[in-house]
Nanobody
Framework: VQLQACGGGLVQPGGSLRLSCAAS????????VGWFQQAPGKEREFVAA????????YYGDSVKGRFTMSRDNAKNTVYLQMNSLKVEDTAVYYC???????????????????WGQGTQVTVSS
């Protein structure tokens, strides 16, 4: 499966963005999909994930209550709605997919086989 992430940009603190991760080559509904963020000089960190063949979602502690992940199977795309953005959310955001992850593995980037190219999110006044 090939993944294409987009939707990043520059937004003021408190603002919103919606990231998209569009898939080609396979039906994304059969994959668990995760979003990860990587700030300069830092390791890639878990943001959110959605399980394969369903809509169960999981979030990192820093984004709970502010970010929402969803699927649109008809468009073969997953989304990350980011609200109440903070300066510390600034990072490159990557989507990743894997067909065979158990729930306890969703937050580990090295468990995913397929990655998109990343999209920059900058939160600044």
């Amino acid at each position: 499966v090939q993944l294409q992430a987009c939707g990043g940009g520059l937004v003021q603190p408190g603002g919103s963005l919606r990231l998209s991760c569009a898939a080609s080559g396979r039906r994304l509904s059969g994959y668990s999909v995760g979003w990860f963020q990587q700030a300069p000089g830092k390791e890639r960190e878990f943001v959110a994930a959605i399980k394969s063949y369903g809509s169960s979602t999981y979030y990192g502690d820093s984004v709970k209550g502010r970010f929402t992940m969803s699927r649109d199977n008809a468009k073969n795309t997953v989304y990350l709605q980011m609200n109440s953005l903070k300066v510390e959310d600034t990072a490159v955001y990557y989507c990743a997919a894997d067909p065979a992850l158990i729930t306890s593995s969703l937050s580990y980037p090295d468990r995913y086989d397929y990655w998109g190219q990343g999209t920059q999110v900058t939160v600044s006044s």
